[in-house]
């Protein structure tokens, strides 16, 4: 089974520039998770999906972060206009349907950004 | 807020002996536990879970223990081996948030042969 993809592996931009990560979850997860983990800390929830509907986005910041998942399979994150706080690694998890007995997430290898 | 915590930054084990990790969280609705392994330039990787319905669970070398009235958790590896060098992430969920994790900073250990 493939895991989860996503692309770029790194990233380096200017401040003010935008930017946007891909997700590919593994086929049949209906919940996808995009999470920032700034160097040192644990990650953080940005945004949850369920299918193709936004379950959690309270830790977004909307001012310049967006996210969507078209037809409930891939996600793109976008950071519009980059602020140098927002260096850090994307990471993308996914996780089975509900109904099950374990919650576990699947995590990709992460997008690095780094904003100069 | 920081609602998961690990005290320990940095641990180090002989090979061959037990390791611990601990975890704890503020949080009495969380409900569901996990520890994950990640390696630099990768994402982490799933090891183990408990449910709070559980004070323990074992999968081969590792076990997880769940203090609910001390709203503590930890990681013992038995026997310690150099490739479970790497960063452990403790992390935990609950219903109402989706099951959505709530990490700690991780603990790195180092398994020295």
């Known amino acids: 089974e493939a895991g989860v993809a996503q692309s770029p592996r790194y990233k380096i931009i200017e401040k003010r520039q935008s930017v946007a990560f891909w997700c590919n979850p593994i086929?049949?997860?209906?919940?996808l998770y995009w999470y920032q983990q700034i160097l040192g800390q644990g990650p953080k929830l940005l945004i949850q999906?369920?299918?193709?509907?936004?379950?959690?986005d309270s830790q977004l910041p909307k001012d310049r972060f967006s996210a969507e998942r078209l037809k409930g399979v891939d996600s793109t994150l976008k950071i519009q206009p980059a602020k140098l706080e927002d260096s850090a690694v994307y990471l993308c998890?996914?996780?089975?349907?509900?109904?099950?007995?374990?919650?576990?997430?699947?995590f990709g290898p992460g997008t690095r950004l780094t904003v100069t | 807020d920081q609602q998961v915590k690990q005290n320990s930054p940095s641990l180090s084990v002989q090979e061959g002996r037990i390791s611990i990790l601990n975890c704890d969280y503020t949080?009495?609705?969380?409900?569901?536990f996990l520890w994950y392994k990640k390696y630099p330039a990768e994402g982490p990787t799933f090891l183990i879970s408990?449910?709070?319905?559980?004070d323990k669970n074992e999968d081969g070398r590792f076990t997880v223990f769940l203090n609910k009235s001390a709203k503590h958790l930890s990681l013992h590896i038995v026997p310690s081996q150099p490739g479970d060098s790497a960063v452990y992430l403790c992390?935990?969920?609950?219903?109402?948030?989706?099951?959505?994790?709530?990490f700690g900073k991780g603990t790195s250990l180092l398994v020295t042969p």
């Open positions: 998890a996914s996780s089975p349907p509900r109904g099950r007995l374990t919650y576990e997430q699947y």
């Open positions: 408990i449910s709070s319905i559980k």
């Open positions: 086929s049949g997860h209906a919940t």
């Open positions: 992390a935990a969920s609950d219903l109402d948030s989706g099951y959505a994790l709530n």
């Open positions: 999906f369920q299918n193709n509907g936004v379950v959690d």
């Open positions: 949080n009495s609705m969380f409900d569901y």
